[in-house]
């Protein structure tokens, strides 16, 4: 029987598709209904959902998180919404960021409206270690102030805000997760890793930003995924959980791992100009969703990148129409 009807924006991602994958798929919980909301920017594609389209559970519904006349009936039709449509990509945002204003900020708000007013069980936040800015040494605990650099990362800390003060001022039950750098399959091949794999599997040369030693902290979508569940199933109202893989690693170290997968070698690469405003190294403090929830990452990042590998290798049919439009578009 279901008992919790979940709205996932953003469901035609990167990251929203494996979440509805796997809430859907054999493991998840028996007793979920879950709707997407998507309006398939270049960044969505409803491949990502091909393998829950005849799920009875399963509904799309293709629109924009900004646009309020659909999203305040849809949304007293759910139990909960669990938040990741946004812009996404912090080279875009240097070259465009009313685009992610609108979306990551108004879109947000505009839902955290609906969910307010329709009474809403829990709202979850997905948000990102970028909105904490840049750290030396040691690692960020949820507590940090929020010092974000760039124009996507100013729009998240923006909307986590004005999520936790929805819980603040109204009592909305608003949970917000900061997860560091995912990979894995089905990611838009403009990010570092599915970049350099399907430009390396095409014997195209890759761009390393500077000097190359920024550091990130990985994690595979799989993990990313189940702190997500953790938080939406078992987290406090009102709190915020870091999510963290537990594996930094400069951008050379990264590239590296992957033309080692990928059969190539540092002739390969190009080194160009940074990145304006590049954060030199995120790290996370896990430790609270570790303690509270029992979050532990289980890929190690060698697995967890071969296994990427071989997914790019075995599915060109997904990643080069999408490479196609892109450059047909950039021309
Ligand atoms: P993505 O760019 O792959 O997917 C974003 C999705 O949102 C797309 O399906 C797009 O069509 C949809 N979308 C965009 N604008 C919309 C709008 N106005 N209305 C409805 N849908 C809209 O992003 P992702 O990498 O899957 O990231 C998902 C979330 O996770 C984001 O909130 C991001 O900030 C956060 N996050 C990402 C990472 C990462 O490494 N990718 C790390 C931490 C947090």
Same mark, same amino acid.
């Given at each position: ?61 293709? !629109?924009?998180?900004? /646009? ?7 949304? @007293? ?22 685009? &992610? ?11 955290? /409206? ?8 829990? &709202? ?71 970049? &350099? ?7 195209? @040369? ?10 990130? /902290? ?78 532990? @990452? ?5 697995? !967890? ?27």
């Amino acid at each position: 029987m279901i008992t919790t009807r979940i709205l996932v924006t953003g469901g035609a991602g990167f990251i929203g598709s494996h979440y509805v994958r796997t809430l859907l798929g054999p493991d998840g919980p028996p007793d979920i209904a879950v709707t997407v909301l998507d309006n398939l920017t270049y960044a969505g594609n409803p491949a990502n959902l091909y393998e829950v389209r005849d799920d009875r559970r399963f509904d799309f519904v293709r !629109g924009d998180i900004c /646009d309020a006349d659909l999203v305040d009936p849809l949304v @007293p039709t759910h139990d909960q919404i669990v938040h990741f449509a946004a812009e996404s990509h912090v080279d875009r945002s240097l070259l465009g960021p009313a685009a &992610f204003v609108r979306t990551n900020v108004v879109g947000t708000q505009t839902l955290l /409206d609906a969910a307010l007013r329709h009474g809403l069980r829990t &709202f979850v936040h997905i948000s990102t270690d970028e909105v904490y800015g840049s750290i030396r040494a040691g690692s960020w605990p949820e507590t940090d102030p929020l010092r974000p650099n760039s124009p996507y990362a100013a729009t998240k800390a923006a909307s986590d805000l004005l999520a936790l003060a929805q819980h603040r001022t109204h009592g909305l039950d608003v949970r917000v997760t900061r997860c560091s750098n995912n990979y894995g399959p089905y990611q838009f091949p403009e990010k570092a890793v599915p970049l &350099f794999i399907t430009r390396l599997l095409d014997g195209r @040369p890759v761009p390393l930003y500077g000097d190359g030693l920024h550091v990130r /902290d990985w994690i595979h979508v799989d993990d990313h995924v189940r702190g997500i569940e953790l938080v939406r199933t078992a987290g406090r109202p009102g709190e915020v959980y870091n999510i963290g893989g537990g594996n930094e690693l400069s951008n050379h170290d990264l590239t590296a791992l992957l033309l080692r997968e990928c059969g190539a070698d540092w002739g390969m690469v190009t080194h160009v100009e940074d990145r304006k405003g590049h954060d030199r190294r995120y790290s996370v403090d896990f430790s609270k969703i570790r303690d509270e929830l029992g979050f532990a @990452p289980c890929t190690d990042l060698a697995t !967890g990148i071969a296994r990427t590998v071989h997914w790019y290798r075995t599915h060109r049919s997904w990643w080069e129409p999408l490479l196609r439009r892109a450059e047909s578009e950039a021309a």
